[in-house]
């Protein structure tokens, strides 16, 4: 946010990102980067990062890749980079190259997080990295007839030991070994560690950096937010999928229906792209759930807050009347709310006039930010169907500045005569809102 250009809208911005930083303390992040972004050198930025959210108390586990370090090391080892049905074969060979290269991947990962350089980002961090053997893995076996040798999956996740170093302040890094009781070294893959790692953990989040901004429909537009079953008809779909998105959205989607609250697909080219995604309501990747964000309920009188939150810039505007808070808590009963993803993004109010078999539609709102995704409509078509089940026969709003909105939505423009006789007594004549009327 560019200070120096615009304080007020930083500090707008600052508060704005409050209510993260205090959802997120004590939560558990697994953030999953392939070795790329080591090559690249792109982590010092992500170091920033890194630090900044276990600052705030986040609880952090990294999980690292190493392919392009692997295959380097391969190479000046004149050896074949072997895969079968996409799966990296791991030979004795193989092996030994894989644990040189990972081994200098985790030292240049830990170098950089233990950097505290003033003038910095990193200024006065204090990032203690803790690893061990969190990971008991198995071998994959015989897959149609070949044996894949020393590459492994995940077999179990020690959570009590990975608890208690996160419980000291410390963050975890694993990288994409395991070993078995037997003490064999087994070749693991980032995701299946990621996504074993942030089900076992019961994580808040997992975080995957991909080589694309997320998952994409098929016009190339960003698909901010899925839930389980609209990323599986993605997959399930007949258009070719980028390499990245074929291999780590069926792991969010598995994380999800194990329980992880949020899975987010976001671009490691990308500066800040975590803090970008974590601590915005847009974000810019794409950000999985088990089922819909979105929740409409009837108010209680905790979301009064939220609620003025919401009329406050609209009453301030003269688009709506102004009401009190004590007016506001009286009423608060009449009044729904649309939750996203735990936030009070819209309302309305319903006030039957049973005898007239009518009801006025007040204090439609939508946060400003929001007012793209129809949620309006969503408030509007809850509030009718309400009204039906009260038995009563059409809804009438009055409006200075919104009528092209409600005429498109099938509301009729009357006078003040159409209005219940207890509701034209209230008229306000200096006011002149428009009437518009809809049977439902």
Known sequence: MPIKTS???FVAW????APYINAFRGKTFVIA???????DGKFVELTHDFNLLASLGVRL???????PQIEAHLAKNNLGDSYHQGIRMTDAQT???VKEAVGRVRLEIEALLSMGLANSPMANADIRVAGGNFITARPIGVINGVDLQHTGCVRKVDVAALNDRMEFGEVVLLSPLGFSPTGEVFNLTLEDIATATAIALDADKLVFLMDTDGVQNAQGELLKELTVSQAQAVLAGKRKLPDDVNLFLPCAIRACEAGVART???SRHTDGAVLQELFSDEGI???LVESTLNTLRAANIDDVGGVLQLLRPLEEQGILVRRSRELLEREIARFVVLEHDHRIVGCAALYPFPDEAAAELACLAVDESCRDRGYGEAILNYMAELAKAQKLKKLFVLTTRTAHWFVERGFVESDVTALPAQKKSLYNYQRK???FVRKI
């Open 7 to 9: 304080p007020a809208a």
């Open 14 to 17: 600052f508060r704005s990102v």
């Open 33 to 39: 980067f392939g070795g790329e972004v080591v090559a």
């Open 61 to 67: 586990v990294l999980v690292h890749g190493a392919r």
């Open 95 to 97: 092996l030994q190259c």
């Open 264 to 266: 987010h697909l976001v």
């Open 285 to 287: 990747g794409t950000m």
């Open 433 to 435: 809102s428009k009437v």
